[in-house]
């Protein structure tokens, strides 16, 4: 496990999600593997912290206020078009998966998040194919 940590040691993860609880798990399970984290709340606050700081990746919730994650894609996409976005969702339908993959996610993954899912997909992302 100590090995896991320091392969990823110094990886940002960016965090969209305007619910604390789910933030935080999704925080622990990237610290407990050597990521480090940072917090958007919605969608507009993760243009700005996009614009201000360098991330490996975003786990972004599609349903938020101000700027949801359909949206902010969109906009990340169009003003970094090599960023590496996984979409959150509690919504299981097919159609939601499209409209997240048409906004520009490259890959989504359905709440309640499985832990060695999220891992599976984030290790996937990183590794250059």
């Not at 925080?27 to 969608?43: H, P, R, T, Y």
């Not at 894609?73 to 003003?79: F, I, P, S």
């Not at 590496?84 to 048409?102: N, P, V």
């Amino acid at each position: 496990m100590e090995e896991i940590k320091n392969i990823n040691a110094g990886i940002r993860i960016l965090i969209v999600e305007d619910e604390f609880i789910n933030y935080s798990f999704l925080a622990k399970i990237l610290k407990k593997e050597g990521f480090e984290s940072d917090w958007a709340k919605n969608g507009k606050e993760s243009l700005e912290l996009v614009k201000n700081n360098t991330y490996a990746l975003l786990l972004m919730d599609l349903k938020m206020p101000l700027l949801n994650g359909y949206e902010a894609t969109k906009q990340l996409k169009a003003d970094y078009p090599g960023i590496k976005i996984i979409a959150q969702t509690a919504y299981s339908h097919h159609e939601e998966r499209m409209k997240a993959l048409e906004a520009g996610c490259d890959d989504v993954v359905i709440k309640p998040i499985d832990r060695e899912q999220i891992l599976k997909l984030i290790t996937n992302m990183l590794i250059p194919k």
